[in-house]
């Protein structure tokens, strides 16, 4: 197949997966085209199955706010007329749904007729989406839309729930590569952040609000009270500098390093013992997959999709949103016991095996293929 895929092209968790996706697909001899307004993080090397077309957007001066998604449109026209793509994949509703309908208009007028499969993955529905200024076109393109897909039940539900949506939506969920993320031996990093046998404690991600990073400051602050452990947040947003305010506040400086944003998490990973993500809303979290694929157990909210990932007393734990000292005082339970951390430690990466991408890399690609099928009865009515 030809496909053409849209997302941001940053580290946030949709551009991963689009990335990563686009990436397995190509080496399952699919031929890959990324439209993009920047090369996206993890696509650093060639390919000859991947195609990169960036979209770039005119600063004329009469423009207060550059018409990206007009740009994008236009772009999607260009790449699916010239390259002939089967399919357009988007990922995050907006703009990439409705600038994909935008250009399946247009394209009917060359004779063509494209089909568009959205696939939703949090706070395009949770946080933005149910914005006033957007739910409309959100509604809109999701229905329009040939196939949807959302990365967890309870993001489809949620999508139900606030949204009129008349189309279908299949639930395909989050992935993992097994062959980058895995335990490696790193025992020199290990030793340079916990030179006395210190459990590392780790938190990864945008630091944004919706990660209440000052919760894992909190929790962590309780913590080292009772075993001697490190905290690695690794990312940067708009929570950072509260969070190392915090850190001084509760006078936990000493064993917190901010590492910033980093490539190689799989080597962070490794070194670590616990995962902390005690976000507010949370799709599904890849962020903690990454983890429990390195052997790492997870302490998490039970917000959105992570009960889906995170198994209560089996991978981690789970409690409610601010329960700051529940989630310590199940840290505490895992990291105090050798024997208990080690088996989950082995529980999470037997559990991290179920979303490995060779399990549900199919699943798109079947998708592709029923969404073409079914389209080509629309084609024949539009043409
Ligand atoms: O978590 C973020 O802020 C990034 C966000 C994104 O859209 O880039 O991640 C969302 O998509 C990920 C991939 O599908 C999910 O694993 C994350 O749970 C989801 N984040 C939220 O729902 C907050």
Known sequence: ????????????GSGVVATELGKALADHGHQVHFITYNQPARLDFFSENLFYHEVSVSNYPL???????????????????????????????????????????????????????TTLHGTDITLVGRDRTFKPVVTFSINKSDGV???????????????????????IPNFIDLTRFSLKAKDHFKKAIAPSGEKILVHTSNFRKVKRTEDVIKIFALVVKR?????????????RSACEQLCRDLDVCDNVRF??????????????DLFVMPSQS???????????ACKVPVISTNAGGLPELNV????????????????????????????RLAQFKDNA????????LAKILPLYENFYVEVIEKSKAKEASFI
């Open 149 to 171: 897909t959302a990365v967890s039940e309870h993001l489809r539900h949620d999508t139900y729930e606030f949204f009129e949506i008349e189309n279908d939506i299949k639930v």
């Open 227 to 239: 075993i001697p452990s490190k905290l690695l947040m690794v990312g940067d947003g708009e929570e």
């Open 259 to 272: 590492l910033g944003k980093q490539d190689a998490i799989e080597e962070i990973l490794s070194v670590s």
């Open 63 to 117: 423009f207060d706010y550059a018409p990206y998604e007009v740009a994008l449109a236009s772009r999607m026209v260009d790449v699916v007329r010239f390259e002939k793509l089967d399919i357009l994949h988007v990922h995050y509703a907006i703009p990439h749904a409705s600038a994909a309908f935008m250009a399946k208009q247009i394209l009917l007028t060359y004779g063509i007729y494209i089909p568009v499969v």
């Open 312 to 339: 209560e007393g089996v991978t981690g734990y789970l409690r409610n949103v601010g329960d700051v000292n529940g989630m310590a005082e199940r840290a505490i339970y895992i990291l105090e016991d050798e024997v």
């Open 282 to 292: 949370e799709s599904f979290g890849l962020a903690a997959l990454e983890a429990m």
């Open 1 to 12: 197949m030809k496909i053409g895929i849209v997302c941001y092209p940053t580290f946030g």
């Open 349 to 356: 990466l037997a559990r991290a095996k179920e979303f490995d």
